[in-house]
């Protein structure tokens, strides 16, 4: 019976084979356990992922408004920036013109103070301009005189005592011109 170690060994064979397929069996169920884990732990993931995603989404909008706002504002403070250069820019020239309104004001004031006399003994082309003057309050009492210069008085070449209206004299170098109670003399000519 040269078949039955053959067929002892087939059924050792398939014995051992269906005692490996068993072991197989168990192996493949832990396997397909720890795949089930790691998909269910890679969900979770997944699902943590697309919460972080949402969020992250969420900043980026928030954060592109901030931008928006902040752009905004930028423009508003360049263009009030320019603004207030312009502004500026105005005043300074609107200043250049004021000052040189006083410094012809100042002119005019210093022409009229150095063209003007009151009350004293002037030396014409020291003390004052050369030129026809008037006086601009005469009282009742006003006294103006024309010396000649240098002879203390004594050298009488004109004078008056008006007692009203707006007398006029004229002066020239090398003479006085003395005045007293005739308000101030301003230069016409």
Same mark, same amino acid.
């Given at each position: 019976? $040269?078949?039955? $170690?053959v067929a002892i060994g087939v059924v050792l064979l &398939?014995?051992?084979f269906a005692a490996g397929w068993g072991l197989r069996d168990d192996r493949a169920g832990e396997r397909e356990a720890e795949l089930q884990a790691s998909a269910a732990e890679l969900a979770a993931d997944g699902q943590s992922a697309d919460a972080r995603a949402d969020q992250l989404e969420a900043?980026? %909008? !928030?954060? %592109?408004? %901030? +931008?928006d706002d902040l752009k905004r504002r930028l423009d508003?403070? !360049?263009?009030?920036?320019? =603004?207030? #250069?312009?502004?500026?820019? /105005?005043?300074? &020239? +609107? #200043?250049? #013109?004021? =000052? !040189? +309104? %006083?410094?012809?004001i100042e002119a005019t004031e210093a022409g009229i103070e150095a063209n003007t006399v009151a =009350? *004293?003994?002037? /030396?014409? *082309?020291?003390?004052?301009? $050369? *030129? /026809?003057?008037?006086? /601009? !309050?005469?009282? *009742?009492?006003?006294?103006?005189?024309?010396l000649r210069t240098g002879s203390n008085g004594d050298d009488i070449i004109a004078n008056d005592l008006p007692s009203g209206g707006n007398p006029q004299v004229t002066v020239e170098d090398g003479q006085d011109f003395e005045t007293a109670r005739c308000g101030e003399w301003v230069k016409v000519e």
């Open positions: 019976m $040269p078949w039955i $170690p &398939l014995a051992a900043d980026l %909008q !928030e954060t %592109q408004v %901030q +931008r508003a403070a !360049e263009q009030a920036n320019t =603004d207030l #250069e312009e502004r500026s820019a /105005t005043l300074d &020239l +609107r #200043e250049s #013109e004021l =000052d !040189e +309104r %006083q410094a012809a =009350d *004293g003994v002037w /030396t014409v *082309g020291l003390d004052m301009a $050369p *030129g /026809t003057y008037r006086a /601009t !309050e005469v009282s *009742g009492s006003c006294y103006w005189a024309i």
